[in-house]
Nanobody, 125 residues
């Protein structure tokens, strides 16, 4: 069992930056990949980025490369999503999720084992 709690969402203006954090707790976290997904109103939940819990590998959805950065903060034991140059289309509920790493299951898949409750990010124009 892995418990995930997101924080850091809020209302920002277009062009602003925001950092989301995800605290993961549970057993054998080293065997998990932590992913970030987002879901805008009326749309499907989409993959944004992922990182191994050890922090040695990352994955990104193509459209966010260079603007969003996923990282591990070992001191605070968090997985962070740094978002730069935010746009109104980034408005969504952002979720972190944990996927036990498996062969042939890409981190961009929606098939994660545990999910947080989400944090709202709203970007005004």
């Amino acid at each position: 069992q892995v418990h995930l709690v997101e924080s850091g969402g809020g209302l920002v203006h277009s062009g602003d930056s925001l950092r989301l954090s995800c605290v993961a707790s549970g057993h054998e976290l080293g065997s998990y990949i932590i992913g970030w997904f987002r879901q805008a109103p009326g749309k499907e939940r989409d993959f944004v980025a992922a990182i191994t819990y050890s922090g040695d590998k990352t994955w990104y959805e193509d459209s966010v490369k260079g603007r969003l950065t996923v990282s591990r903060d070992f001191g605070k034991n968090t997985v962070n999503l740094q978002m730069e140059s935010l746009r109104p289309e980034d408005t969504a509920v952002y979720y972190c999720a944990a996927q036990r790493a498996r062969p042939n299951l890409p981190p961009s898949s929606i098939l994660y084992d545990f999910w947080g409750e989400g944090t709202q990010v709203t970007v005004s124009s």
